[in-house]
């Protein structure tokens, strides 16, 4: 036990351990983000599902992009990699496909997965690429100091929309669920339990699988917002989500203030990637095909 | 007896009162005191009523706290 | 280690330089290549997509070159041999990919089948346009090695070299093709698998806990390690220490950054590829690379038919540039003749490093088409007087 804990009345035994440690580089802790920032939250849910599901830790590999979700593979304890702005899934498509014994997540913000990322992501939902993509929504490019986004709903003043952002917002869940994810969910950084049952139910479906999590960017969004602080975000959370499960993901836009749809919406099985190459391949080439060893020769 | 305990680490904590506000047992508050960095850190107010259901550790950002129950 | 049969197409073909490339590949143990179509690039994608369902492979064409340029990486961090195909405008889209493989030392190919630019350009007409962009189109300060095959038959033996470069180096290689090298057809004569060197991917015996992926061996090259293995290592492109971790400040940077080109320095001395004819008593030195070396070869005849003691230097490796080569050549030369399908890149290299010692002349060529022979001829008269 470390020796930072307050006293406090009644034992901690001595092998008690945060759980979230052994899926973490804690060697690099403290992490960079902001005080009621919710990507930790969003980790420790993660994690939970890491351990609910039994994964083989040494089998999953975490892909993310650039922005503050993007440091999350810098943290996590198991193979990661930070790649370029936008472009996390096409490099965890590749990984997937050299590899395909690999749980391959990738774990990156809105402004990387939706704006630069965007074509990648229709693309690799299209194709129902094994890869389950968690993006955490906090309405802004964080990073960078608060930027619009394609996520920032309407009248929300933002650092290149001094004035009220005009533009129409995506709706996230409903762009995945029409370019063909699998799998579709929204919660916030409020509903950790669920979260954490939505991540594990990922981790055992196979194709596309995409879930949403609204979260604070107290720093930046809500200040320039006045929307108060990272708590007050988290109590606006829980008294405006309505959990609606399978509710129609069209109708389930983001505004400034308003109710925030959350829950599971799509749940679907599609043919994936490798069982749509086996089949074309054998169907054409019969004897011919040679399935896929894509690994080069350790020597 | 309490069915479980939490543990804080005072250092990493970032004062933003999730643990505090979202715990069902309202076995925290919000400590007066400060860390190095000037951040209040929760205190345990009711220990008694914590059950060990660990949702202060999945709240926190900074990986701060923990609950845990007894083995019995 | 020699080359894995499934992959060799051995005998004797009749091919264009951009199927034989494709052959080179899947001789090099390519097995996994990401593409999106541009002329004149494309045959090489599409004959891959051909051959790998049968050798046992994945070819997969991605929505664009940003995309393409980053999924062969992933494949390479999951165990793979990979490469992506492309042109000028694609070879644009890629370049901050080609600097996050040069700052992760991801060993993979870029091949770019070079046409007629800026912009759209030519799409389907030679030129050499694009070499000082292979070495500095990304951003920052890194290294790559850059190939110029001249016929389909270096088409298929530099893409091999092409990879065995990049695993040894742990670096992204760019295969330098032009169209007229591309486009046409010649013999192509693929030996053996048992007789073809492909160089091992160097992965590490150190054990998990011990292994970090940015920690130099001698050769200022650190070893590879694959996904799933229960390394547990982190890549990312921020400036990063030996263990791979972000560690942004003025020292790391230093000293990490450096390496990038340190790494690479034997290829711009003892390991440079060259070709070299009639140098001992040369009075002028043809530089040149590419298609523009078979026409030079013809200009070069002709001028020692005429008396003129004509020498030539086929760059192969262009980058990093054989500088130690052409340095030791400058003094004992009058003049160095250097033809390109460009207005004046590669001749840069040659002038830098002939440092004022002998007389250097551009033989420009907007692109299109290949040099006359009588233009290089007549600047070989011209330096020699």
């Known amino acids: 036990m470390n020796e930072q804990t307050l006293e406090i009345p009644g034992t901690i035994p001595a092998d008690a351990a945060n759980p979230v440690e052994p899926f973490l580089r804690m060697d690099r802790m403290p992490h960079i983000w902001c005080p009621a920032c919710g990507i930790g939250t969003t980790v420790n849910c993660f994690t939970r599902a890491l351990i609910e599901s039994h994964a083989n830790l040494d089998k999953v590999a975490i892909v993310s992009g650039i922005g503050c979700t993007g440091r999350v593979a810098g943290y996590a304890n198991l193979d990661s990699f930070h790649t370029t702005h936008g472009r996390a899934i096409p490099f965890a498509t590749g990984l997937k496909l050299a590899n395909p014994e690999l749980q391959v997540v990738v774990y990156s913000g809105d402004g990387d997965l939706f704006a630069i990322g965007g074509n990648h992501f229709i693309h690799a939902a299209r194709r129902n690429m094994d890869l389950k993509v968690i993006c955490v929504n906090n309405l802004t490019y964080a990073m960078t100091g608060g930027q619009t986004a394609p996520t920032t709903p309407s009248k929300v003043i933002s650092a290149t929309s001094p004035y009220g952002v005009f533009e129409p917002a995506f709706n996230l869940v409903a762009l995945a669920e029409a370019a063909g994810a699998s799998y579709v969910a929204r919660w916030t950084t409020f509903h950790v339990k669920q979260l954490s049952r939505s991540m594990e139910e990922v981790l055992h479906k196979k194709g596309f699988c995409f879930i949403e999590v609204i979260s604070p960017c107290p720093t930046l969004y809500q200040r320039r917002n006045k929307m108060g602080d990272g708590l007050d975000t988290m109590k606006y959370y829980k008294q405006a989500s309505k959990i609606r499960n399978g509710a129609r993901t069209t109708e389930c836009d983001m505004t400034k203030s308003g109710e925030i749809v959350v829950g599971k919406f799509v749940d679907r099985e599609r043919p994936g990637y490798f069982e749509l190459l086996n089949s074309q391949m054998t169907e054409t080439l019969g004897d011919r095909y040679a399935e896929p060893e894509v690994m080069c020769e350790q020597c | 007896m309490a069915k479980g305990f939490v543990a804080i680490n005072v250092e990493r904590c970032k004062g933003c009162g999730f643990c505090v506000e979202f715990c069902p047992t309202r076995v925290l508050t919000l400590s007066s005191a400060f860390n190095t960095k000037g951040y209040h850190p929760p205190n345990v107010l009711a220990a008694e009523k914590c059950s060990g259901c660990d949702l202060c550790g999945m709240y926190c950002p900074d990986f701060a706290i923990f609950g845990a129950r007894y083995a019995r | ?385």
């Open chain 3, 1 to 385: 280690m020699h080359a894995d049969p499934k992959g060799v197409l051995t005998g004797v073909h009749f091919l264009d330089g951009d199927h034989a490339c494709c052959e080179g590949t899947l001789a090099a143990g390519a097995r996994f290549a990401a593409g999106y179509p541009i002329t004149p690039s494309t045959e090489v994608v599409e004959r891959f997509a051909s051959r790998i369902p049968t050798v046992g492979g994945v070819f997969i064409q991605m929505e664009d070159e940003l995309a393409a340029s980053i999924t062969i990486q992933g494949a390479v961090w999951g165990g793979a041999k990979a490469f992506t195909v492309t042109s000028g405008p694609g070879f644009s889209l890629m370049m901050e990919h080609i600097g996050y493989a040069a700052m992760t030392e991801t060993p993979c190919v870029f091949v770019n089948v070079q046409r007629g630019g800026p912009s759209t350009g030519l799409p389907t007409l030679p030129a050499q346009a694009d070499m000082m962009q292979a070495r500095w189109g990304s951003h920052g300060d890194y290294g790559i090695i850059a190939l110029c095959p001249n016929s389909p038959q270096e088409c298929f033996d530099l893409a091999i070299t092409a990879f065995n470069l990049s695993e040894e180096f742990r670096v992204p290689v760019m295969l330098m093709l032009d169209e007229c090298v591309g486009h046409m057809t010649e013999k192509v004569i693929i030996p053996d698998a048992a007789t073809i060197d492909v160089y091992p991917r160097r992965f590490t015996h150190l054990p998990p806990g011990e292994f970090r992926l940015f920690e130099p061996r001698e050769d200022k090259v650190p070893d590879m390690v694959r996904a799933g293995d229960g390394y547990r290592f982190h890549v990312t492109g921020l400036t990063h220490d030996e263990r791979g971790y972000p560690s942004m400040n003025v020292e790391t940077q230093s000293r990490s950054v450096t390496r990038l080109l340190e790494k690479l320095e034997p290829l711009a001395g003892e390991r440079a590829l060259s070709e070299t004819a009639d140098l001992e008593d040369a009075e002028v030195v043809v530089v040149s690379y590419g298609i523009t070396s078979r026409v030079a070869q013809r200009a070069i005849d002709m001028a020692r038919q005429q008396g003129v003691r004509a020498g030539k230097f086929r760059i192969i490796s262009a980058w990093p540039f054989p500088e130690q080569h052409i340095a030791a050549l400058a003094p004992r030369v009058r003049a160095m003749v250097v033809p390109e399908l460009n207005l004046g890149q590669m001749v840069r290299e040659v002038e830098r490093a002939v440092a004022g010692k002998c007389k250097v002349t551009l033989v420009p060529h907007a692109g299109g088409t290949v040099h006359n022979p009588e233009v290089i001829l007549k600047a070989i008269l011209e330096a020699a007087q």
